[in-house]
């Protein structure tokens, strides 16, 4: 019998990948019975993440996780966690400090 197909996650998208993950998660009708208080907080995130677009993702590795040598991670089983860097925000110094060392060179 054959092992079901895991489709496997990389930190390369596209850029229409990143366009959607300012995309709302709520549908219209959840969004009428939110009341003024949350409304509010969600636009201000709405606004912060127009004025910051996603221009990258790390993907969080897990177990059955593909390296290739040095340990580097090249692919992961998951494809719903991830962190979002976005344009004009900081990421902190100790995020992935030899990985981003080395996009930069």
Do not use: K, W
């Not at 004009?88 to 110094?93: L, N, R, Y």
Request: hydrophobic content about 35%.
């Amino acid at each position: 019998m054959n092992a079901p197909f895991q489709p496997s996650y990389t930190n390369e998208v596209l850029p229409e990948f990143l366009s959607r993950l300012n995309n709302s998660p709520f549908t219209e009708e959840q969004l009428a019975r939110f009341d003024d208080e949350v409304m509010t907080i969600i636009h201000q995130q709405q606004a912060d993440a127009e004025e910051h677009p996603p221009c990258a993702i790390y993907r969080v590795a897990t177990e059955g996780s593909q390296t290739r040598d040095g340990d580097e991670i090249i692919n992961t089983p998951q494809g719903g966690y991830l962190f979002i860097a976005r344009e004009g925000v900081s990421i902190a110094e100790d995020f992935l400090p030899s990985t981003i060392e080395e996009e930069i060179r």
